[in-house]
């Protein structure tokens, strides 16, 4: 088969490294039958070792080359598509089950669009594994008051058990990516607090929109404007205020949102 030229615009790196790659499968420990879905499968550095050990993997590739290769595999589902597009509530439909394992090697370009697309789809989830920049996934586990604390940390710590797993260096990866990565395991909760997602997300934006200063110039002028008159403190800085502290404004301004 012809040798594939990595497109820089669908944020092509293919993994190279047999240690690295051994590393990702053996934390992602898949299970002959098991559910999985995997995102960018690229020229299947991640996709052989997986399929080997499941049996059957469905694939979303969005690269019509890629994909038309991918084709040819006997035990592959693929779909041609980009990610963002995806309904995974259906493709577990498809896939008659009730929960899919979703792992990848992501496009960094897009990888907090996928993440946040995710978030949608949490419920027909079982958990995920994937591959990032190194400094997405340390705001995605920040702990407050630490300079990486964000709105991804908040957005997703209140749905999702997170660990970084696996530190990756540029050289692992044909062509180079020019920063440092990491893998990162997300086990959505058990038990979350029945949040209204769309209005945590405003929220949090609102609040880390100008991170720096206090929160009764940001998320105190927008509270008002709902009406609110809990006991949130808006003398603390965004990045200083819990996760739970966020879920609980949230769950108090429910009603206000219906
Ligand atoms: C970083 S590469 C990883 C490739 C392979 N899994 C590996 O580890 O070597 C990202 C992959 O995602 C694909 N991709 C990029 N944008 C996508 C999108 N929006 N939807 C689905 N796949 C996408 C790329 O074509 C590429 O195959």
């Known amino acids: 088969m012809s040798k594939h030229i990595p497109?820089?615009?669908?944020?092509q790196h293919f993994l190279s490294d047999s240690h690295i790659i051994d590393a990702i499968v053996?934390?992602?420990?898949?299970?002959?039958?098991?559910?999985?879905?995997?995102?960018?499968?690229?020229?299947?550095?991640?996709?052989?070792?997986?399929?080997?050990?499941?049996?059957?993997?469905?694939?979303?590739?969005?690269?019509?080359?890629?994909?038309?290769r991918l084709r040819g595999h006997g035990q592959l589902t693929v779909i041609e598509s980009d990610v963002l597009r995806v309904d995974f509530a259906?493709?577990?439909?498809?896939?008659?089950?009730?929960?899919v394992r979703v792992v990848g090697n992501l496009p960094y370009n897009i990888s907090t669009p996928i993440l946040f697309h995710l978030l949608d789809y949490v419920d027909v989830i079982q958990d995920q594994h994937f591959m990032l920049q190194k400094e997405v996934i340390d705001r995605m586990v920040a702990a407050p008051s630490s300079g990486d604390y964000s709105r991804l940390s908040v957005m997703l710590q209140w749905r999702y058990a997170m660990e970084n797993f696996l530190f990756v260096p540029p050289a692992s990866f044909d062509p180079p990516p020019r920063v440092d990565s990491a893998v990162v395991r997300m086990v959505p909760l058990a038990d979350p607090a029945p949040v209204d997602v769309k209005l945590m997300?405003?929220?949090?934006?609102?609040?880390?929109?100008?991170?720096?200063?206090?929160l009764r110039h940001t998320l105190g002028a927008w509270l008002e404007g709902r009406g609110y008159g809990g006991e949130f403190d808006v003398q603390r800085r965004?990045?200083?205020?819990?996760?739970?502290?966020?879920?609980?404004l949230a769950l108090e301004l429910k009603p206000a949102a219906g």
């Open 201 to 214: 997300e405003e929220m949090v934006q609102v609040a880390f929109s100008q991170r720096r200063k206090k």
């Open 90 to 99: 259906q493709v577990a439909r498809d896939m008659n089950v009730p929960k």
């Open 238 to 248: 965004a990045e200083e205020v819990p996760v739970a502290d966020y879920v609980r």
């Open 26 to 68: 053996s934390g992602i420990a898949p299970v002959a039958g098991e559910p999985m879905v995997e995102i960018g499968p690229g020229l299947a550095a991640l996709t052989q070792p997986l399929v080997e050990r499941l049996g059957h993997l469905t694939v979303v590739e969005l690269d019509r080359d890629l994909a038309q």
């Open 7 to 11: 497109r820089k615009r669908f944020g």
